[in-house]
């Protein structure tokens, strides 16, 4: 599928780019490189290969998932106006 000046015209114009009438033919061939592209890789035969999450299957090291902070909760809600069951009560904003 190749694109002609007035179609490149219209998506410009979609995607509120300026385009020069210089830039004009050298957009179209640039878009008409990048759907050549797309054809040769949907040509390709994919049968039986399985998607990658990552081109490389790289996994990532993780931590341990431990606690590495003291509960503050209580000295925290100490200087609190209003708190019930460790939750802080807001005044009521919407009626």
Do not use: W
Not at 23 to 33: F, H, I, K
């Amino acid at each position: 599928m190749a694109l002609e000046r007035c179609d490149v015209e219209k998506i410009a114009h979609l995607a509120r780019l300026g385009l020069n009438e210089a830039d004009l033919p050298r957009t179209t061939d640039a878009l008409n490189s990048i759907l050549g592209l797309v054809d040769q890789m949907q040509a390709v035969d994919t049968t039986g290969i399985e998607p990658l999450a990552h081109p490389l299957e790289a996994s990532q090291r993780l931590r341990a998932d431990v606690v590495t902070e003291s509960n503050h909760r209580d000295s925290y809600q100490a200087i609190a106006p209003a708190t019930d069951s460790g939750l802080y009560l807001v005044p009521k904003v919407i009626e």
